[in-house]
């Protein structure tokens, strides 16, 4: 039985307002939403790094999650969706960045039936896949996924699965397309202008 304070902190309750910042690997989503955090006062939940938070704490999932990112290959929504909506409740905010996700159609299917909850707008990072190669090949962060053959994989999974959700978006008119070749502090000038006019009452 929920009890009443679960009910209160459910997030149709408390009436959250979620952004999805979708945009292929290497866009600079993380980058920018540590922006907007700073300026803003969301909340930024990275799906990908709450998986790979989930493979640390030695969780019963946290094999698979490990192999399917070191293949590229998309985790099963209610995996995502688990954390994303703990992470959710445990927060006292109500506003959300949520960066990388949803990635197929599955994960936005399940997302918004699972919660109930449909995003303000998506910030939409667009970049061109040499610049993209560039950056994650430049960056390092330890991460299993940041090489070559991986990075391949990832960009096509992004062509065939991930593009087609923000074309989903667009149609309903809440894209909001940011040229994210720009130098970092450019592409947050244009993430500003987005930000100043998004209604969170
Ligand atoms: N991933 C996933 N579902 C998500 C987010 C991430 O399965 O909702 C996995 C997927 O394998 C992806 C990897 O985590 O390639 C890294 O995602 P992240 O968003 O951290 O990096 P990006 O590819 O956007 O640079
Ligand atoms: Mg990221």
Redesign the pocket.
């Known amino acids: 039985m929920g009890s009443v304070t679960e009910t209160a902190n459910t997030a149709a309750a408390r009436k959250v307002t979620v952004i999805f910042v979708l945009?292929?690997?290497?866009?600079g989503?993380?980058t920018q939403c540590t922006n907007i955090v700073q300026n803003f006062g969301y909340t930024h939940l990275?799906?990908?790094?709450l998986?790979?938070a989930e493979i640390k704490s030695g969780s019963e999932n946290g094999t698979m999650?490990q192999n399917?990112?070191k293949?590229?290959?998309?985790?099963p929504a209610e995996v995502?969706i688990k954390l994303l909506q703990k992470a959710i409740q445990g927060s006292d905010n109500v506003k959300f960045l949520i960066?990388?996700?949803?990635?197929n159609e599955e994960?936005r299917a399940a997302f918004e039936s699972i919660t109930g909850i449909l995003p303000e707008i998506v910030l939409f990072f667009d970049c061109s896949e040499e610049e993209m190669e560039k950056r994650?090949l430049g960056r390092n962060q330890g991460?299993e996924?940041d090489n070559i053959e991986?990075i391949r994989k990832?960009f096509n999974?992004?062509m065939e699965s991930s593009l087609p959700v923000i074309q989903y978006y667009d149609n309903l008119g809440k894209v909001r397309k940011i040229d994210a070749a720009k130098p970092i502090d450019a592409v947050f000038e244009d993430v500003k202008t987005i930000f100043e006019k998004v209604n969170t009452e």
Do not use: H
């Open positions: 945009g292929g690997p290497g866009s989503k993380g990275s799906a990908g790094d998986l790979r999650i399917m990112i293949e590229g290959k998309i985790v995502t960066d990388g996700f949803p990635r994960n994650l991460r996924d991986t990832r999974v992004y």
